[in-house]
């Protein structure tokens, strides 16, 4: 089996993820941009040929597919497979932290998923993907129209102004309102990661956790991970690869 290689595949809403695996050890990963996959992947008809892509080409030489993510149940990869978000997330956590108790608090572009592990296996989990509130596209939109990096919002958690939605509509006109009446944008940048951190707690605290892991992108934000680490008192482990571990978990435990 060492010489058999995994391609485990992420379908984001805005990226798709990709982890290559040979027995258990990653060797291969990387993303594409959601439009580029499912425009380079077609391959006529309903399928998708997923060999087409260049980070593919750069890989070693696949024998098995699993999929998952947003996309799973809409795409047909030729070879492929699919399992849960939630399975995914949680083997991916497993395999990157070496836990095996603890919750899983994953935010990706839309939506945002709370996953109880306990003795290596999904006990119970919350989603919220009905809307975009508190999760990455909220963040970013928060972010263009202050004209800051991601990076640099990130790095704000003190003397927060309030904002009260979370929404990733009508944060924006929440934002212009508070600029119309002078506050300060540093200010503003830390009450849009408070305001996700908010969101997230009622939902962190139903699983009742011991030791917080955080994956998606927005687990590259620093101010949010230590206002979560704060507000819960409880360390919190942000892996290695982060964004890819819903890929990783695809393939990072044999079926």
């Not at 798709?16 to 695996?21: G, S, Y």
Request: aromatic share 6%; net charge neutral.
């Amino acid at each position: 089996m060492s010489s058999v290689t995994r391609c485990g595949v992420d379908a984001g809403s805005r990226e798709v993820k990709l982890a290559f695996f040979t027995g258990k050890s990653l060797v291969f990963s990387g993303s594409v941009d959601t439009v580029e996959f499912y425009t380079k992947c077609r391959n006529g008809g309903e399928s998708l040929d997923i060999t087409r892509l260049d980070q593919f080409k750069e890989a070693p030489p696949v024998k098995r597919i699993v999929t998952t993510g947003y996309g799973r149940n809409k795409i047909n990869i030729i070879g492929g497979s699919a399992i849960s978000e939630i399975m995914a997330h949680a083997r991916g956590a497993i395999w990157q932290t070496g836990l095996t108790e603890f919750t899983l608090v994953d935010i990706g572009g839309q939506d945002t998923k709370v996953i109880s592990v306990r003795d290596g296996a999904v006990k119970d989990f919350i989603m919220n993907d009905k809307c975009a509130a508190g999760s990455g596209r909220y963040l970013e939109n928060i972010a263009r129209v202050l004209s800051v990096s991601l990076e640099k919002l990130s790095t704000f958690s003190e003397d927060s102004a309030t904002l009260s939605s979370t929404c990733a509509i009508f944060g924006e006109s929440e934002v212009i309102g508070l600029i119309s009446e002078g506050v300060e944008i540093e200010k503003i940048l830390a009450g849009a990661n408070r305001s996700v951190v908010m969101r997230l707690l009622p939902m962190i605290k139903k699983q009742k956790p011991e030791r917080l892991v955080v994956t998606g992108g927005v687990a590259n934000n620093e101010a949010i991970i230590k206002m979560l680490g704060i507000e819960l008192k409880l360390e919190v482990t942000v892996p290695p690869l982060p964004q890819l571990n819903g890929a990783i978990g695809c393939c990072s435990c044999p079926e």
